[in-house]
């Protein structure tokens, strides 16, 4: 394996998704998955003082936005097939 993807797995995990195997689900999971690493990130940045806690919580509310259109464009949630 090369060097930028051990540095890139590290740095940015993905888990395996053990849920029922939908195409929807699994683009949801990787979403999510992408989600909460940048809300670590961008947690980190403001625990570090780089950024006021005033642009955290607005970065993670675009964040959490596109998650949720995400969420419903895929039809996470209802009945559809």
């Known amino acids: 394996m090369a060097q930028n993807a051990l540095i890139s797995n590290f740095i940015s995990p993905k888990s395996t998704y053990y849920g029922q195997v939908k195409p929807k689900n699994l683009v949801f999971n990787a979403n ?41 464009q895929l039809g996470i949630g209802d009945d559809r097939a």
Do not use: D, R
């Open 32 to 72: 999510l998955q992408e989600f909460a690493h940048h809300v670590s990130m961008i947690s980190a940045l403001e625990t570090g003082g780089k950024i006021p806690p005033e642009e955290c919580f607005a970065l993670i509310k675009v964040l959490w936005s596109e998650l949720e259109q995400s969420k419903y």
